[in-house]
C-alpha cells in the first residue's frame, strides 16, 4: 500500500471541538455525566432537564471549568414547545446543532393488574413521546441548517430483555420502542445528513438506582449481571462519543448494548 494515499487521523474520529450539541436529563445521572463528557471532548453544550434544584447549575459548572461554552434550559420533555424553544435557544447562543443525546426518563413499578392508567401514561408521555417531540425538534433544526447531525438516544436493555423481578411492563415497552423509534427515524433521515442511534444501558449507579429503598433490588442487579456490578455513569460516555463523532460515521439504526454482558444470559 502506499502510505502516502492514508490520511487516517484515528484520535481526531472522536474530536467534538466546535460542535455544538443539546443533552435532555442533563441535570442528573447518565445525561449529566454525557453532556460533561462532550465538554472534554470539545463540545458546547445545551443542558435540558425539568428539575429546578441545582442538579443543571452543577452540570454547567462542571462544564465552565473544561473552558467550554453551556446553556441551562429549564424544560419538560413532554411539550414539544418547550423543545423547538430549547432548539432556537441553543442554535442563537451556541451555534449550529450539530449533535443530540435523549437521556430524559422516568422509571417506576406497579404489578400490570394494578396500574393505574395515568401512572403508565405519565411514563410513556416523557420516555417514548418525550423521545420522539426532543428528536422531531432537533432534527428539524439539523435539517434546516443542512450541516448534518447525530442523535443518540437513551433506550435501555429493559427494551430488549425483561428484568427479572420488576413489575414495569409500561418502562420495557417504552424503552423497546424508543430503540425502533430510533431505527425508524435513522431511515427517514438516512439520505439527509442525520444519524439516529440508540444506547441501550445495563443497570447504572444512578439516582433512578440508588435511592434507599433500592438497596436490595441493587444487589440482585448486581449478581444478575455477569460482570457482577452496575455501570458507573462514566462507562456511558464513551459509548455516546463514539455515536456522537465521525468515529461512527458508518453506523445509524444501531442500538448499542452497554450492558456489562447482561443481555448474554
Ligand atoms: N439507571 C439505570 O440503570 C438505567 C438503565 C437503563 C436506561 N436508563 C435510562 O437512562 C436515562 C437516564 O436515567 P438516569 O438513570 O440517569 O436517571 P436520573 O433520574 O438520574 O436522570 C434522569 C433525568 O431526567 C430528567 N427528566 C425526567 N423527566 C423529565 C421530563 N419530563 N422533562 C425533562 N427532564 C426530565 C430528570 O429530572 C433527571 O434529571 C433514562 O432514560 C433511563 O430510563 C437508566
Ligand atoms: O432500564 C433499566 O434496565 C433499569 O435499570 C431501570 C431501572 O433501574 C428500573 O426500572 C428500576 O427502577
Redesign the pocket.
Known amino acids: 500500500m502506499n502510505d502516502a494515499a492514508i490520511s487516517l487521523n484515528a484520535p481526531a474520529l472522536f474530536d467534538l471541538s466546535g460542535r455544538v450539541a443539546l443533552v435532555t436529563g442533563a441535570g442528573s445521572g447518565i445525561g449529566q455525566r454525557i453532556a460533561m463528557g462532550l465538554a472534554q471532548c470539545g463540545a458546547d453544550v445545551a443542558l435540558v432537564d425539568r428539575r429546578t434544584d441545582d442538579g443543571l447549575a452543577n452540570t454547567a459548572a462542571f462544564i465552565a471549568q473544561t473552558g467550554r461554552r453551556s446553556l441551562q434550559i429549564a424544560a419538560d420533555v413532554t411539550s414539544g414547545e418547550a423543545l423547538e424553544e430549547a432548539v432556537t435557544r441553543t442554535e442563537a447562543e451556541l451555534g449550529p446543532l450539530r449533535m443530540a443525546v435523549n437521556a430524559a426518563g422516568i422509571?417506576n413499578?406497579e404489578r400490570c393488574e394494578d396500574m393505574p392508567e395515568d401512572q403508565y401514561q405519565t411514563l410513556m408521555d416523557i420516555n417514548m413521546k418525550g423521545v420522539w417531540l426532543s428528536c422531531k425538534a432537533e432534527a428539524r433544526a439539523m435539517l434546516s441548517h443542512g450541516k448534518g447531525g447525530s442523535i443518540v438516544n437513551i433506550a435501555?436493555?429493559?427494551g430488549v430483555i425483561v428484568?427479572r423481578g420488576?413489575n414495569?411492563v409500561h418502562?420495557n415497552a417504552s424503552?423497546a420502542g424508543v430503540i425502533h423509534m430510533s431505527k425508524s427515524m435513522a431511515m427517514e433521515w438516512v439520505d439527509r445528513g442525520i444519524r439516529v442511534n440508540s444506547i441501550s444501558?445495563?443497570?447504572?449507579a444512578t439516582p433512578?438506582?440508588t435511592r434507599p429503598e433500592?438497596v436490595h433490588?441493587t444487589r440482585e442487579f448486581e449478581s444478575q449481571t455477569p460482570m457482577q456490578r452496575m455501570a458507573s455513569v462514566d462507562e456511558m460516555v464513551g459509548p455516546a462519543v463514539f455515536l456522537l463523532s465521525d468515529a461512527s460515521s458508518y453506523c445509524t439504526g444501531v442500538d448499542l448494548l452497554v450492558d456489562g454482558g447482561f443481555c448474554c444470559w
Open positions: 422509571a413499578a435501555s436493555m429493559s428484568n420488576l414495569q418502562y424503552k444501558p445495563g443497570y447504572t433512578m438506582n433500592m433490588q
